[in-house]
């Protein structure tokens, strides 16, 4: 699996795997993300390569199996910053994007540094994260999701308009829904194993509990994942694909754009209603979507302009003339 990586690569993955518990997608990220910047430093550093000279060919032919320890020792923190250069200057990477990578870096150079202690004195210590711009999550009014709902149809309608029910109502991850099992649903409640197999409850509302029962007394019995609660027309669980591009297919039939919307709108779409129209309380939506940190949840409380033009007319002033 870590063929194309040095072993103090490998170590740090299994490290993030089985100690800190890190999910499959995440130690994937590291994998690529590392990789792809010690095969930078290693055109930079060893190769004596110019950053502006490395394009992506050269990246993705580079060979660092062969680096050691004494490579890494070696690393200072004006290599990290000329691998900075390169993803901002070169490869055009999003503030996001660089973070990302640089997180990965400073992970491990503090794996290296405090755990392993092969390193004394950490190069990515000062390595600064790019500053991020907060950005609004875009999600569909009310009438978008009610047109939404009411596109759904074909020979997969009740499967596919359960789906978008519990995006909508319950505001789950794409990884969440596919992941669903007929032993997660307990009566009113849904059991879902959230980001770092954290496991919570998630309650289903009418809405939810009605999509379900007319699914499963139309979900085909033949199938070769039993377990599953969405299935394919192959009979297998669905796939994170296949959702994907069935709720782009809805968002295009009700006449909205596929490519500002998707599974990933539709949370942010379920948390943005529930704290516009529910009255939902932070903590509780932090619950809800299952949220580590309640800064992430924070993102749902912006006020739109139908808020604003109704705080400004509520204004005591508002009809007051000279």
């Known amino acids: 699996m870590y063929d ?91 503030p996001t994007t660089r973070a990302r990578k640089i997180a990965a870096l400073k992970s491990f150079f503090n794996f290296m540094t405090f755990k392993q202690k092969i390193l004394n004195k950490n190069p990515a210590v000062e390595l600064e994260t790019p500053k991020l711009g907060k950005r609004l999550p875009k999600y569909l009014s009310l009438d978008e999701s009610v047109a939404l709902l009411h596109s759904i149809e074909g020979k997969n309608e009740k499967r596919d308009s359960c789906i978008i029910t519990l995006f909508l109502n319950c505001g789950l991850r794409l990884s969440e829904l596919v992941a669903i099992n007929f032993k997660d649903i307990r009566n009113d409640s849904l059991h879902v194993i959230g980001k770092g197999d954290k ?63 998707s599974p990933h709108k539709l949370r942010h779409t379920a948390a943005t209603l529930m704290h516009k129209y529910g009255g939902v309380d932070i903590r509780s939506l932090q619950q809800i979507l299952g949220h580590e940190s309640v800064s992430t949840t924070e993102i749902y409380t912006h006020v739109d302009n139908d808020q604003v033009k109704e705080a400004l007319e509520k204004n005591p002033l508002n009809n007051i003339n000279k």
């Not at 550093?45 to 050691?68: G, H, V």
Request: hydrophobic share 35%; aromatic share 12%; with cysteine.
């Open 4 to 94: 194309d990586i040095p072993g103090f690569l490998k170590e740090f993955l299994l490290y993030m795997q089985n100690i800190k518990n890190r999910s499959k997608s995440t130690i994937r990220e590291y994998h690529y993300d590392l990789r792809d910047a010690f095969r930078f430093l290693k055109l930079y550093a060893k190769e004596k390569i110019k950053f502006n000279n490395i394009t992506d060919d050269i990246i993705n032919e580079t060979d660092i199996t062969d680096l050691d320890i004494e490579f890494v020792k070696k690393i200072e923190l004006t290599d990290l910053y000329e691998y900075l250069n390169y993803l901002t200057n070169i490869r055009s990477d999003k």
């Open 199 to 261: 496991e919570r409850s998630v309650y289903l509302n009418n809405a939810c509990q009605d999509a379900l029962k007319e699914y499963i007394a139309v979900r085909p019995k033949d199938v070769k994942d039993h377990e599953a609660l969405f299935v394919s027309e192959r009979g297998t669980r669905i796939g994170k694909r296949t959702v994907e591009m069935m709720v782009k297919k809805y968002i295009t039939m009700a006449g909205l754009d596929p490519k500002k919307y």
